[in-house]
């Protein structure tokens, strides 16, 4: 593995069924890439059907494991599971507050209460001890009930309920709450072509939401345990929350999936942990992810709209001479963008690779021509002749996205390259969808938006996604994060471009 594993404390109770507690936490910290290590606050006696009993060591002993492990190891991140007493709440609250001075371990809690089969798990004055350890916590994981409890409020019915909650809590406690919809009434489990959403909330709303499939499955025993033990792990792998929830999710969803494939117990079994392990995948990081890439630039993408030059095209309000200096910028742009296309051909490992770049750069020069033939038009109904191709000078705008490109030409990778020129197939097929929607017969520029769409420029952005979407895959870190820079710095370049004014 190329960064350094992480190592995850678990602090929780012991489920000897295997399917939650600590457990479920090392199953889901290995999972997900993680080192796992676990100090115990209870032993229950469980299994799929519930819990039939509870021993709990002395508070001092919780402490004494914690100090044990911190006296030797470095703790990237701390999950807190099954608390069950006051004692037990305050022993761990001053461990932590000792730990969190300067830049402690992160922190997730999951504030569990009652287990998935109804048993509760905490006593009734343990709740304000609760409320109280949230201060020492980074993320908080409540299901809909013990949202409830904590706020002193009834459960959300709703998910815009559990919202509103989640962000009261996370206003009143400052931090984020992981609002789960596990709970969600008129969502029984087992229900097929339901969804179920998870969301963070900060003190001002919605950071990131996820609405994914419900599982059409029974075996649910431990989701909280494993998701909150997921998230300590990929937090501190990736760094951010947002990309923590979006890994963790879908390795949740896709251990419930392979939930069925186990024969544990005969009540709510768990879920298949370590199943994507088996299969010989991971967890797929985020970061690598292009749909990720995208919502990256989602207010670029919106900025773009906005762009004087992209309205005015759009409603036809766009001056003769200010579309004219468009096509000769582009005209230049091409010419140059169709070389740095090639250089994609020059690098492609495969035929197929090879043949779609080359495709790509000759289609370029087509358009090019294109283009060319359109200044000559207009430049004709005036009586001129425009300057030739190689004769108009490159506004400053056109001259650095293509010192961008032809920097990512001369010293990038293959990977790199792709990520470069991604954009300029990704956006330009993005806006003149919307474009070419707004055509009308009567538009003063309706060729030229008609050119705009077309499903072989459609497909061939398709083929530039999954091109560079493996190679984004296949990527160490430091080239992966090469192939974002690349890519993000082509995405504002474009949006300069439509941005530029004539001089
Ligand atoms: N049937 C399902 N399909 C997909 N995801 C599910 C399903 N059931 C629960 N989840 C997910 O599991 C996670 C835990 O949610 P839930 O609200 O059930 O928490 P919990 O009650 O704390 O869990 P536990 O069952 O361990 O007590 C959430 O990400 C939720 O979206
Ligand atoms: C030990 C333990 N911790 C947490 C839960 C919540 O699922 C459980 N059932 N058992």
Redesign the pocket.
């Known amino acids: 593995m190329p960064e350094t594993t992480p190592n995850i404390l678990s602090i929780a109770g012991s489920d000897p069924s295997g399917g ?1 507690g600590i457990q479920a936490d090392l199953k889901s910290i290995a999972a997900c890439g993680g080192y796992g290590m676990a100090a115990l606050t209870a032993l229950t006696a469980q299994n799929t059907h519930g819990v039939t009993g509870v021993h709990l060591p002395p508070a001092d002993f919780v402490t004494a494991q914690l100090d044990a492990v911190a006296a030797d190891v470095r703790v990237d991140a701390v999950k807190i599971g099954m608390l069950a007493n006051v004692e037990t709440i305050e022993a761990v609250g001053a461990w932590l507050a000792a730990q969190r001075t300067g830049s402690g371990p992160a922190v997730v809690l ?1 504030p569990v209460m009652v ?2 089969s109804g048993d509760r798990l905490t006593d009734d004055d343990a709740v304000a001890a609760l409320r109280y350890l949230l201060s020492h916590a980074d993320l908080v ?1 409540p ?2 009930p ?1 949202l409830a409890v904590l706020l002193d409020t009834e459960p959300a019915a709703t998910w815009a309920d559990a919202l509103e909650q989640a962000q009261r809590l996370a206003t009143q406690a400052d931090l984020l709450v992981l609002a ?4 969600l009434a008129g969502h029984d ?1 087992g229900a097929a072509g339901g969804r ?3 969301a963070l909330v900060g003190p001002d709303g919605v950071v990131l939401e996820l609405d ?4 059409a ?1 029974t075996n ?6 494993s ?1 909150s033990s997921a998230m300590a792990t990929l937090y501190a792998r990736f760094g951010d929350w947002p990309t923590a929830l979006r890994a963790a ?1 879908g390795w ?2 896709q251990a ?1 999936r392979d939930a069925d494939s186990l024969d544990v117990g005969t009540g709510h079994g768990p879920v298949n942990h370590l199943g994507q392990l088996w299969d010989g995948r991971s967890v797929p990081d985020p970061r690598a992810d292009l749909a990720h890439w995208w919502e990256l630039i989602g207010d670029l993408r919106a900025r773009i709209d906005g762009v004087w030059f992209v309205k005015e095209l759009a409603d036809g309000s766009l001056a003769r001479a200010d579309f004219e200096h468009y096509l000769a910028q582009d005209s230049i742009y091409l010419r140059t963008y169709s070389k740095v296309l090639s250089k994609a051909a020059q690098l492609a490992p495969t035929l197929a690779e090879q043949q779609f770049w080359a495709k790509s750069a000759s289609e370029c020069l087509e358009m090019e021509l294109g283009l060319h033939e359109a200044r000559l038009a207009e430049a004709e109904a005036r009586g001129e002749t425009p300057a030739g191709p190689d004769g108009a000078p490159a506004s400053p705008e056109t001259r650095s996205y293509l010192n961008h490109l032809l920097s990512a030409a001369a010293v990038g990778s293959y990977p790199v390259v792709a990520a470069a020129v991604l954009p300029c197939y990704w956006l330009y097929q993005d806006i003149g969808t919307r474009l070419a929607a707004a055509n009308r017969p009567d538009h003063p520029y309706a060729d030229w938006l008609g050119l705009y769409s077309s499903p072989e420029f459609d497909a061939a952005t398709r083929q530039a996604i999954d091109i560079t979407q493996r190679l984004a895959r296949q990527a160490p870190p430091a080239e992966r994060e090469a192939m974002l820079d690349a890519y993000l710095e082509s995405s504002r370049q474009e949006m300069d471009f439509f941005a530029q004014r004539r001089p």
Do not use: I, Q, S
Request: proline share 3%; charged share 30%; aromatic share 0%.
């Open positions: 939650a999951d287990a998935t994981t299901n809909l013990e789960k919809g596990g709970h489990d179920c959403p998870d994914d499939e419900r599982v499955t649910t025993h431990g989701t909280g345990c998701l999710k949740l969803t419930l």
